[in-house]
């Protein structure tokens, strides 16, 4: 059973409140909607509680993308599968012949596959460490015609909550710049989860000239949480 696994270091089921620490204390009222599973032994790292989709939001995204995946697409890559939330979504959602989450923190790497289990959906989803543009490049080239990459990569903290409009192209580690190149490179159809205030003309400079991008907001409690920008074809409405 997933709860009988002992959690490594740096990896935590915390109980209560004073378990926790004091700078994300803030996300601790929040643990079920980041995970409905949480009392059932979900692992986190510290670090993972600041990137993961709350899960109605994942699973709004992964029905999005089973619904307007194009055709002839089966194969489901998680580029930054942090602590599983998005990869568990889209595994739950019966679409896909495979999921592949990728991350390259051994320890959040952990606790996704032990939360995958918790949801019972560890036997389909394949797990890489490691950067995910050299795996993208190495292990995965040849799922490449089958593919759809999701990501939802670091924002640099929770600092881009104070800006009006997100500069995607200073965004850390990663700009919307690398990542649209390197995704692209692999595939045609990405799906970026992004800050809500995210600069929709950034976004706009990749769309191809004879094709159109989607872009969708994802709320909660009547708020914007995120939102996706779906590149290459997708019918998301």
Avoid at 22 to 27: A, E, G, K, L
Avoid at 54 to 65: L, T
Wanted: with cysteine.
């Amino acid at each position: 059973m997933a709860d009988e696994e002992e959690a490594p270091p740096d990896v935590h089921h915390y109980n209560s409140l004073e378990e926790v620490p004091w700078d994300i204390q803030n996300y601790w009222s929040q643990r079920e909607r980041i995970f409905s599973k949480y009392d059932e032994g979900i692992w986190l790292t510290d670090d993972a509680w600041f990137g993961v989709t709350p899960e109605p939001v994942a699973n709004k995204i992964a029905e999005h993308i089973a619904e307007g995946a194009p055709t002839g697409r089966s194969i489901l890559i998680d580029a930054f599968a942090g602590a599983g939330g998005n990869a568990i979504a889209f595994a739950k959602s019966g679409k896909w012949k495979r999921v592949y989450a990728i991350e390259k923190n051994p320890a959040v790497l952990q606790c996704a596959r032990h939360n995958a289990k918790i949801y019972g959906v560890d036997k389909q989803i394949t797990f890489f460490e490691g950067d995910c543009f050299g795996i993208l490049k190495n292990q995965l080239k040849e799922l490449a015609p089958y593919s759809i990459i999701f990501g939802s990569p670091p924002w640099g903290g929770p600092g881009y909550r104070s800006d009006e409009v997100f500069n995607l192209h200073t965004m850390e580690p990663y700009s919307l710049e690398t990542l649209y190149k390197e995704f692209s490179a692999f595939s045609e159809h990405i799906a970026l989860y992004l800050p809500r205030t995210s600069d929709v003309k950034q976004l706009a400079k990749f769309v191809e000239a004879d094709r159109k991008a989607t872009v969708m907001h994802y709320c909660m409690e009547g708020h914007s949480k995120a939102l996706c920008i779906y590149y290459g074809g997708f019918n998301v409405h």
